[in-house]
């Protein structure tokens, strides 16, 4: 099999978002303002109640999908489409906002650490204004695989190691695995050529990714083609894999709103001041 590389390395920059939440953003920043089709990676972590408490409240979204996905902490999701569900640790919200939506993530907590990824996937022009869909994941519907001794992976999106993800019927046919190795552990993923992909160690000190070290808090862009090999080094890591079809369209965007030209985007601004979504 032929092994992907590194081809370039991104740290996050310190923002924040929603209603002041502190956050680390890695893809939509200066250094790396998308991976096509991925337009947004923002990893929120703190176990400081004022950086987290004021949340998400409800805002519009449209011509794209927003992926939430929880390590620890506890928030609420509501959407104007009737849809509710808890982010527990361990858990994944996979929301097509497609032609309009509303939808709040707010704390359920006071104190303590909460801890996760937002990751925002581009829509194909012909289906930025399909019906909105919302899949809510719980931690006990994600198989979880040993490939390898000292290596374990939660099949969040995609296939590997004779499971499926939960996640089903998205355009741009992602993978998006939660990657543990041990010390010394190694293992080799396969993914789809041409499949644009990012691996990021959100735990640990660092990891081995395409033969070369990667450190916490660092993403790493791949190159296109054949699989991705991640070993341990001297402690526990935890890798996020991911990796989805490019869509090679042209991308308007303002703030909560992707579309394909700045028409689109006049016209959902129109649409959302108008109450249509």
Known sequence: MTERSILRRIRGIDTSDGAGVKLKRVIGQPGLDMLDPFLLLDEFRSDQAGDYIA?????????????????????????NHGNSGDLVPGSVQWMTAGRGILHSEMPEQEDGLMWGFQLWVNLPSKDKMIAPRYQDIGPERIP???????????????????????????????????IAVQPG???????????AGFAYVFDGVDAEVGGQPLARSELAVLSRNGGLRIAGRDTVARVLLVAGHPLNESVARY???????????????????AGKF
Do not use: C, W
């Open 55 to 79: 949340g998400f409240p409800e805002h519009p979204h449209r011509g794209f999908e927003t992926v939430t996905y929880m390590l620890a902490g506890h928030m609420k999701h509501h959407d």
């Open 144 to 178: 979880v695989v040993h490939p390898a001794d000292g290596v374990e992976v939660k099949v969040i999106a995609g296939e590997f190691d004779g499971v499926t993800g939960p996640v089903s019927e998205v355009i741009t046919q992602p993978i998006y695995l939660d």
């Open 185 to 195: 552990a190694s293992v080799t993923i396969p993914l789809p050529d041409g499949h």
């Open 255 to 273: 703030g909560p709103f992707v579309m394909n030209t700045p028409e689109q985007i006049h016209e959902a601004i129109t649409d959302f001041r």
